[in-house]
């Protein structure tokens, strides 16, 4: 059964283009464009709705601070205009897929229309996100539009953090996190309905709770249980891939959008996307009123970070009103991430620079224009050698619909993609699930913790096989499952899903205590969980390397992280001092707040904090009781161990892959070089890395792992 329930559908949607001619010189650069938008209608337009204060202190009032009319905004939503019709269906069917164009109100009306009509009683409504920063700010807002304080009706849980209270009806949360809700009950019992939202992102977690729910609705209805409501939602998902999965569910689309959004493509490609992305973000600049908004699309933290420090430098020359740069990515602490939903001065102009993780979801209120500049940095993983590719691909035609999205949320608004419609067309429609292409070791141990059968359980698209094996025989080698064939947690196993992280760095810390080295352990982990602590601006290149030096071990780049980490913890003034030891402030922070999170599992669990001292072997060997998987031995021979600086060593991973050590590691100049080392990632650019290395002694592995010590013997 389709309904239709408005007539405003994407495809009628302006598709224009923009001709970016040269691209040469930022300031004199001049885009042609067709059918512009008029300015001063949509200003009086933007100022009827935007805003609303909400109670975590984020301010979102308007630009012109006229405080939004929550409540209008929300009945001018087209979910809400078809609510009768709506919960009709939802309370006619158990399992239904909700298709509805971006900022129609599917996230933030669904759960309180389910929610008013008290469908609901004693049961709560679970609504999840691919990413906490989606579910943090849309708790926020619909516990605004509740008039209820955050945590109570209405509430959110992330890792590490949650925002929920017995009372709470509608909570939002990450996949994750209800994956790990269903390992203690995974009939998910507490729930009357689960919402899927953002479907069509596939994540390894969504795609394991698409199977969990579809289990736990059928286990309840056996054992006759209250009904299991599931509503999958998303704005471009692959409706047949899902409505076959969920044996041919009702599928409900609503058309309709609140704003339009123009959409310019460029008329030429683009060598240079980054450059492109500035050019544009001045041209719109010099030419749009202030409290326009602008949110651009890149790859990463250093690339957010470049394009950051070229905007502020042009921007001291370039006509318009003064900008308030604001980063987001997955490694910024969370109040920093916050920063983007603060209100900005009259007057002055918003530019938000964000990785993918703004991509679905959000609403970023003032944002008036997106800069899409269509490419995205994705991981993807070698089964045989635990190799990870890092690599700048474009991205798919649902990525781009869904950061267009991102704008006209409170008003009119535009996006210019910086490709071409030629290229757009051609790209595919969805990215290949994450669940075909990434490592499962995290997700099998969850799986395995629920109770399921790996061999059965039912999937939307299957992993390769060897994948799902590699997966079992690493939780068999770390000691998490009793067996690879009919798999069972062990007592360590138990323990490891306490813990938010990989299962090996889970392991390394449970085996702290042995090694008497739990302080340390907890620092280094939390120091590895965020991103490059080290800053090396091209331009003081010589002179970061320099200062860098006072915290170098010999042993190498873990020993050095732990050094970094400890001085900063000791820095009374830490944004100062990380200035001047060329650090970065923002990745030691999330460093410091995912350590404390990571400390409170431990002293849940029991387990005695205590430090080694100087004693770091002790360490060492307690990071490869997890990490045992990532050694590499120096190959004998030309530009082997013997052969000069350890620059030009090559060395083999116990999964045989060959590689070199990073050039920006510790001992890529050690003399002679090390025999053995310890690896955190093995790399994939145009060469082969391995990066974050530490040198330790052959027969450890033999300690710490033996069995595992044992197959590499036999496999060399
Ligand atoms: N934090 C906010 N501040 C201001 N307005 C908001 C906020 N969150 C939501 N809104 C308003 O509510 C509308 C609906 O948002 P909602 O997230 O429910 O849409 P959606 O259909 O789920 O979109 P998407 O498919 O992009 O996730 C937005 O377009 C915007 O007008």
Not at 21 to 27: A, E, F, I
Not at 156 to 163: P, T
Not at 185 to 200: F, M, N, Q, V, W
């Amino acid at each position: 059964m389709d309904s239709k329930y408005a007539s405003v559908g994407k495809e009628k949607e302006n598709k224009k283009s923009f001709e970016n001619n040269s691209l040469h010189k930022v300031k004199k650069m001049k885009l042609c464009y067709e059918n512009n938008v008029n300015p001063t209608k949509e200003n009086q337009k933007e100022s009827n709705v935007n805003g609303v204060k909400q109670n975590n202190g984020l301010n979102n009032n308007s630009s012109n601070d006229i405080p939004e009319d929550i409540q209008a905004v929300r009945k001018t939503l087209p979910v809400y205009v078809v609510r009768g019709r709506l919960l009709e269906e939802i309370k006619k069917h158990n399992t239904m897929i909700i298709m509805g164009e971006t900022g129609s109100g599917k996230t933030t009306q669904i759960p309180q229309l389910i929610y008013e009509q008290q469908l609901e009683s004693k049961f709560v409504i679970a609504v999840t996100q691919p990413r906490r920063v989606a579910a943090i700010t849309l708790a926020l807002r619909v516990a605004a539009e509740m008039k209820t304080e955050i945590g109570s009706i209405v509430g959110y849980s992330v890792r590490f953090e949650d925002v929920t209270s017995p009372t709470t009806k509608v909570k939002y949360l990450t996949d994750g996190m209800l994956l790990r809700e269903a390992v203690a009950d995974p009939l998910l019992k507490r729930y009357s309905t689960i919402i899927l939202d953002e479907a069509h992102e596939r994540t390894v977690n969504t795609d394991i709770l698409f199977g969990i729910v579809k289990l736990a609705q059928k286990d309840r209805k056996e054992q006759k249980l209250n009904p299991l409501k599931v509503i999958i939602m998303s704005a471009t998902m692959d409706v047949d891939a899902f409505r076959n999965f969920y044996d041919n569910c009702p599928v409900i689309y609503l058309e309709g959008r609140t704003y339009p959004v123009t959409i310019y493509h460029s008329k030429m490609r683009h060598e240079d996307y980054q450059y492109a992305a500035v050019c544009t973000i001045f041209q719109l600049h010099a030419t749009t009123p202030a409290n326009h908004d602008f949110l651009v699309f890149l790859t990463g933290q250093e690339e957010i970070e470049t394009v950051l420090t070229n905007i502020k430098q042009i921007a001291k020359e370039s006509p318009g009103p003064p900008i308030k740069v604001c980063p987001l990515y997955a490694g910024l602490p969370a109040s920093k991430q916050l920063q983007v939903w603060k209100k900005t001065p009259p007057g002055m102009r918003k530019i938000v620079l964000a990785t993918n993780i703004a991509e679905a979801s959000v609403t970023i209120p003032e944002i008036k224009f997106v800069i899409d500049t269509g490419v995205v940095k994705e991981r993807t993983w070698c089964t045989s050698t635990g190799a990870e590719r890092l690599a700048v691909r474009a991205c798919s035609q649902a990525a781009g619909w869904q950061r267009a999205g991102r704008a006209g949320r409170t008003a009119a608004g535009a996006a210019y993609r910086l490709y071409t419609a030629r290229d757009f067309a051609a790209r595919l429609a969805h990215n290949a699930p994450e669940i075909v292409r990434c490592p499962l070791t995290s997700s099998m141990l969850m799986l395995i913790a629920t109770g399921m059968d790996p061999s059965t359980f039912p999937l939307i698209d299957s992993p390769p096989r060897d994948s799902i094996q590699a997966s079992l025989l690493l939780l068999k080698e770390l000691g998490a499952i009793d067996n690879e064939n009919d798999p069972k947690l062990t007592i360590l196993g138990k323990k490891m899903t306490a813990f938010p992280i990989d299962p090996k760095y889970s392991k390394v810390l449970l085996c702290a205590p042995e090694y008497n080295c739990l302080e340390e352990a907890l620092s280094l982990v939390a120091v590895m969980s965020s991103e490059n602590v080290f800053h090396t601006p091209l331009h003081k290149r010589e002179e970061a390397l320099k200062v860098k030096q006072k915290f170098i071990s010999p042993l190498g780049d873990h020993i050095t992280l732990l050094n970094v980490y400890k001085a900063f913890c000791k820095a009374p003034l830490k944004k100062q001092w990380c200035k001047e030891n060329y650090l970065n402030h923002k990745n030691l922070s999330y460093a410091y707040e995912v350590r404390s999170q990571l400390l409170s599992v431990c002293q849940r669990l029991n387990l005695p904090i205590t430090s080694c001292g100087n004693v770091l072997d002790q360490l060492l060997k307690c990071l490869l009781s997890g990490l045992f998987t990532n050694c590499a031995w120096a190959r004998s021979g030309a530009g082997g161990a013997g052969a000069g600086g350890a620059g030009g060593a090559r060395y083999v991973t116990s999964a045989g892959a060959a590689a070199a050590l990073h050039p920006a590691g510790v001992l890529h100049c050690a003399r002679p070089p090390p025999a053995a080392v310890l690896y955190t990632e093995l790399l994939h650019t145009k060469r082969s890395y391995l990066v974050t290395v530490s040198a330790v002694q052959p027969q450890w592995l033999q300690q710490v792992a033996p069995e595992f010590a044992r197959r590499c013997r036999s496999n060399r």
